[in-house]
């Protein structure tokens, strides 16, 4: 029995050497990755302008021109469109007809720059109109289709 | 290789099917409020006259008698405009040494039609009509001028 134990330790000893002189001294680095998730929802916004102004005397030959700017800023990249109401009427007021455009500077308008981009309207209003006034000089203060909306669809 | 090939292709499918699920939904979208500004017009309002004909009285008989001409022109003015009135710088004088005199012009006039949208309307058109007379009975001057020259003045 004595001797059996003694075996035993014997075979121990061995196996606890071995395992220390085997496991070699070494670091180890664990690396993992993420992504960084990010949601832009595009947005654009635009100024208001100031009014559109014109100044025409009766039968006047040469027609007149006006303009107003105004800025849309959108989302770097992103499509978008101008547009205008009653871009081609006659004021109720003062009976002229004229018409208004869109127009843009910008070298790349309709797409969003991430900055605000030129634009302005224009209106021509043409020559050799009567009108409709009852004194020397009438304004379109009464007019019902003067008041015009932008809208940038995005 | 039939194997690679397969992979190849279940990856392919994978990845086209991640493309499209991350493309995000397209919708147009206004802005809202959206912006407002107004047309101002400020309209001087006005008259404009055609050219008038010459009031030519033509053949007056020496102390023949008495001799009526008009000459007719329009005036067209902005629609609404009180109707303009007239004046000549004199309202008599001698050709070929006959006396005439003018006397007021009257008018009929067409009102204007309203504006339609995105064409304007017309103006209120008035047709003038010039009247002078030479009396009968004068003797005349076959060496005085035959022409002479007046004035209107059309004041709106």
Do not use: E
């Not at chain 1, 700017?69 to 989302?75: N, S």
């Not at chain 1, 547009?83 to 790349?108: E, F, H, I, K, R």
């Not at chain 1, 009108?131 to 932008?150: D, P, Q």
């Not at chain 2, 992979?7 to 409020?33: D, E, G, R, Y």
């Amino acid at each position: 029995m004595n001797s059996l134990h003694m075996k035993k330790l014997a075979v121990s000893t061995i196996a606890a050497v071995t395992l220390i002189a085997a496991a070699p001294a070494q670091s180890a680095t664990v690396m993992s990755s993420f992504n960084v998730d990010i949601t832009l929802t595009s947005l654009c916004s635009v100024s208001t302008p100031a009014p559109l102004t014109f100044a025409y005397t009766a039968f006047q030959v040469a027609a007149v021109n006006s303009t107003t700017p105004f800025v849309v800023t959108c989302v770097g990249g992103l499509p978008y469109t101008v547009t205008l109401t009653g871009a081609n009427v006659t004021d109720t007021a003062v009976g002229l007809a004229y018409s208004l455009a869109v127009a843009s500077t910008d070298p790349t308008p309709g797409v969003g720059t991430g900055a605000a981009q030129a634009y302005s309207i224009n209106g021509t209003m043409a020559g050799g109109q009567a009108g409709t006034c009852s004194l020397a000089s009438c304004n379109n203060a009464a007019s019902t289709n003067s008041l015009k909306t932008i809208t940038v669809t995005y | 290789m039939r194997n690679f090939q397969m992979k190849k292709l279940a990856t392919a499918v994978i990845v086209v099917s991640a493309l499209f699920s991350s493309i995000p939904t397209a919708q147009a979208v206004n802005i809202t409020p959206s912006p407002t500004f107004n047309v101002t017009a400020t309209l001087t309002a006005a008259c404009t006259a055609g050219l008038i004909p010459d009031l030519a009285f033509g053949n007056y008989v020496a102390f023949g008698g008495a001799l009526t001409k008009t000459s007719i022109f329009t005036v067209s003015c902005t629609k609404g405009l009180a109707a303009p009135t007239y004046a000549y710088d004199v309202n008599n004088g001698v050709v070929a040494g006959l006396n005439y005199t003018l006397t007021a012009p009257t008018q009929t006039v067409v009102l204007g039609t309203a504006a339609t949208p995105g064409v304007g309307g017309t103006p209120d058109v008035y047709t003038v009509t010039i009247q002078g007379d030479i009396a009968g009975g004068q003797a005349g001057d076959s060496t005085a001028p035959t022409l002479d020259i007046r004035t209107l003045t059309v004041t709106y």
